[in-house]
């Protein structure tokens, strides 16, 4: 009786399985206008789709496995949660919308007028964020862990931009509701945020420095020459692309150079 059980569930799910792929490659979309509203509202059906061109951002931590182990579970989420929170309301002041948070990671994108400059001073003022508020709790948290200070335990930001079309469509998974988020845009700055620098926690394609350069031809806090690593080239997204690393150059501190900079709220931690 149970292996005749067994074989109906099994032969159930197999059905299960075969009419998602059907329904997921036959469904048509129906698609919504580009209006940046509907990036930040649920799909009011699983046909829904939104296609528009934007800025995409990645927020990603550099560390994040050591400082798990270190805190512990319950902390370790304490930590994740306030860098979430924190880069959530950065975006959210530049105008951006929150799309994603991944564990470690937040997913924004950037519509409208100076997308990329938003976007540019939105991965530096959450760096800053991270190391001036963020880290200095995390230090006071681990007190006097041995194994932390002996390993000089820290963390640092990684941020990638890429600029193109996106392609979202809705999935409701166990009951879980949200969308994918299609597009090469999205899995290369997903990657570049992964990628080492020296101090320059912002990376970014040709495509998304030229927008820069020209969104702030006149603007009066144009960011500076030294702003910008020498161009170097990435495999990612199955493409060599063109990238420059932004930041400071080593041994330097200088007050954000895109002149959008806002007072980042500092989210409170339980």
């Not at 681990?142 to 194994?147: C, I, M, P, Y």
């Not at 330097?252 to 339980?270: C, F, H, I, M, S």
Request: net charge positive.
């Amino acid at each position: 009786m149970t292996a005749q059980r067994e074989e109906t569930t099994r032969m159930g799910l197999a059905s299960q399985l075969a009419h998602i792929v059907e329904e997921s490659f036959d469904t048509p979309h129906l698609l919504r206008p580009p209006d940046p509203r509907h990036l930040s509202e649920g799909p009011r059906t699983r046909q829904d789709a939104v296609v528009f061109d934007a800025v995409c951002l990645y927020i990603d931590v550099n560390g994040s496995s050591d400082i798990l182990n270190a805190l512990g579970r319950q902390d370790g989420a304490r930590f994740f949660r306030a860098l979430a929170l924190g880069a959530a309301a950065v975006t959210t002041a530049n105008g951006g919308h929150v799309c994603g948070v991944h564990g470690d990671a937040v997913l924004a994108f950037f519509t409208g007028p100076h997308r990329a400059l938003r976007a540019a001073s939105t991965a530096r003022q959450v760096d800053t964020y991270a190391s001036d508020t963020l880290d200095p709790r995390l230090r006071a948290r681990l007190g006097r862990n041995r194994t932390a200070l002996r390993r000089g335990l820290g963390f640092s930001v990684g941020c990638g931009m890429d600029i193109g079309p996106v392609f979202a469509v809705p999935v409701d998974a166990g009951g879980v509701r949200d969308r994918i988020w299609s597009g090469r845009c999205v899995n290369t700055a997903a990657k570049l945020s992964k990628v080492p620098r020296q101090r320059r926690p912002l990376a970014v394609t040709a495509e998304v420095l030229d927008s820069i350069e020209a969104e702030s031809e006149h603007h009066s806090d144009r960011p500076p020459p030294d702003y910008w690593s020498p161009e170097t080239t990435v495999h990612t997204a199955g493409a060599m692309r063109r990238v420059r690393f932004g930041g400071q150059p080593p041994g330097e501190r200088k007050e954000a150079p895109l002149g959008l900079e806002r007072r980042v709220p500092t989210p409170v931690v339980p």
